[in-house]
T-cell receptor, first 111, second 117 residues
Framework: NAGVMQNPRHLVRRRGQEARLRCSPM?????VYWYRQLPEEGLKFMVY????????ESGMPKERFSAEFPKEGPSILRIQQVVRGDSAAYFC?????????FGQGTRLTVV | AQTVTQSQPEMSVQEAETVTLSCTYD???????LFWYKQPPSRQMILVIR??????QNATENRFSVNFQKAAKSFSLKISDSQLGDTAMYFC??????????????FGTGTRLKVLA
């Protein structure tokens, strides 16, 4: 039973480009959480999704950021027109019940 | 609003010794869960231990145990016989059900633990 899979592990984008981060939850999990982690800081909640439904997006910036979790396929976190301040590690966690398991994260670098 | 506080940004411990990491939280909920996650230099977030609020017995997982004080809203992690591989960032997390089948997680800011040889 594979764990939570995130890809790519590392992503470099120029300012103004789009970044797409993917998260495949553990088998049988229908809940996905996205978090952002800046260097030497903790995890900041961004968005919580179930299949085809956004449960809580209170931590996600209103501009440029969007997330989806379609019926089939991975969850996608999309950042449009990236800026240097978007550089961070982005973690996805999946759950089916009261424990969340994390992927290895995607490190986004905006140059 | 729920908050999770880890008041120790950094700690160190000698190999084979015992160390306790502190965590306090604030909530008016009665039904919730608490977790400790470990993030080693590889950045992988690893679930270390979980405690259900309705259980009085403290959770234990090998060398890791918690001291859960519900009235004081305290949830400390004790690591016994510390090993070099325990060097990591440790995050305390609070989780509560939002609706039936959905949950909200809140994380503390972390404690960086260094185990010294």
């Amino acid at each position: 039973n594979a764990g939570v899979m995130q890809n790519p592990r590392h992503l470099v984008r120029r300012r103004g480009q789009e970044a797409r981060l993917r998260c495949s939850p553990m088998k049988g999990h229908s809940h996905v959480y996205w978090y952002r982690q800046l260097p030497e800081e903790g995890l900041k909640f961004m968005v919580y999704l179930q299949k085809e439904n956004i449960i809580d997006e209170s931590g996600m910036p209103k501009e440029r950021f969007s997330a989806e979790f379609p019926k089939e396929g991975p969850s996608i976190l999309r950042i449009q027109q990236v800026v240097r301040g978007d550089s961070a590690a982005y973690f996805c966690a999946s759950s089916q019940g009261a424990s969340a398991f994390f992927g290895q994260g995607t490190r986004l670098t905006v140059v | 609003a729920q908050t999770v506080t880890q008041s120790q940004p950094e700690m160190s411990v000698q190999e084979a010794e015992t160390v306790t990491l502190s965590c306090t939280y604030d909530t008016s909920e009665s039904n919730y869960y608490l977790f400790w996650y470990k993030q080693p230099p590889s950045r992988q977030m690893i679930l270390v231990i979980r405690q259900e609020a309705y259980k009085q017995q403290n959770a234990t997982e090998n060398r890791f145990s918690v001291n859960f004080q519900k009235a004081a809203k305290s949830f400390s992690l004790k690591i016994s016989d510390s090993q070099l591989g325990d060097t990591a960032m440790y995050f305390c997390a609070f989780m509560k059900p939002i609706t039936s089948g959905t949950y909200k997680y809140i994380f503390g800011t972390g404690t960086r633990l260094k185990v010294l040889a």
